[in-house]
């Protein structure tokens, strides 16, 4: 299996701020790389697919890069609603899931 | 509208079975594949188990290989799992995904539904 590390677990930040979240893959896994928002309650909400393509309907402020084993998610200016938890998520073999990085209000 | 809208969780004592249902309406079910994933109360996600478009391939995660099956009704618009000889660590809210792309089995997943609680205790 594919081990999916994210950092940081948790993080504080301020409306406005920029927030970047890591995800490393125990082996490469080319562009196969997902990003999803989860709010308490809910069930999780596609943003990113295939590394840096944003989902229909998804705030512009969201983005994606990286490929191989680095991959990276920016919220360019954070609003009130992103306040969640972010799951990165790889579809290059049987699929499995970080362990989720929790955004929280500072 | 894209909806999915599981059924069928509760609670079962150890050793028990369980079979879940995911009612989907608002696209053209028998052309994705799709996907359960679950959710341990406060932790994070893991995906369970996948069916292609018309059953005839299945995937599933080491940890239920041999105790769930999933499977699907394309005339009924469904999706199921079937979950035998449950243990207290299959206790989690199950959710059924569709898949993002049609005749596609990579597994990113564009609609979820609102999840089913699943309880494992004597």
């Known amino acids: 299996d594919i081990q999916m590390t994210q950092s940081p677990s948790s993080l504080s930040a301020s409306v406005g701020d920029r927030v970047t979240i890591t995800c490393r893959t125990s082996?490469?896994?080319?562009?196969?790389l997902n990003w999803y928002q989860q709010k308490p309650g809910k069930a999780p909400k596609l943003l990113i697919y295939?590394?840096?393509n944003l989902q229909s309907g998804v705030p512009s402020r969201f983005s994606g890069s990286g490929s191989g084993t680095d991959f990276t998610l920016t919220i360019s200016s954070l609003q009130a609603e992103d306040f969640a938890t972010y799951y990165c998520?790889?579809?290059?073999?049987?699929?499995?899931f970080g362990q989720g990085t929790k955004v929280e209000i500072k | 509208e894209v909806q999915l809208v599981e059924s069928g969780g509760g609670l079962v004592q150890p050793g028990g079975s369980l079979r879940l249902s995911c009612a989907a309406s608002?696209?053209?079910?028998?052309?994705?594949?799709m996907t359960w994933v679950r959710q341990a109360p406060g932790k994070g996600l893991e995906w369970v188990a996948s069916v292609k478009q018309d059953g005839s391939e299945k995937k599933y995660v080491d940890s239920v290989k041999g105790r769930f099956t999933i499977s699907r009704d394309n005339a009924k618009n469904s999706l199921y799992l079937q979950m035998d000889s449950l243990r207290g660590e299959d206790t989690a809210v199950y959710y059924c995904?569709?898949?993002?792309?049609?005749?596609?089995?990579?597994?990113?997943?564009?609609?979820w539904g609102q999840g089913t609680l699943v309880t494992v205790s004597s």
């Open positions: 995904a569709k898949h993002k792309d049609a005749a596609d089995s990579s597994s990113r997943f564009d609609y």
């Open positions: 998520q790889q579809s290059y073999s049987a699929p499995t």
């Open positions: 082996q490469s896994i080319s562009r196969y």
């Open positions: 295939v590394a840096s």
């Open positions: 608002g696209f053209t079910f028998g052309i994705y594949w």
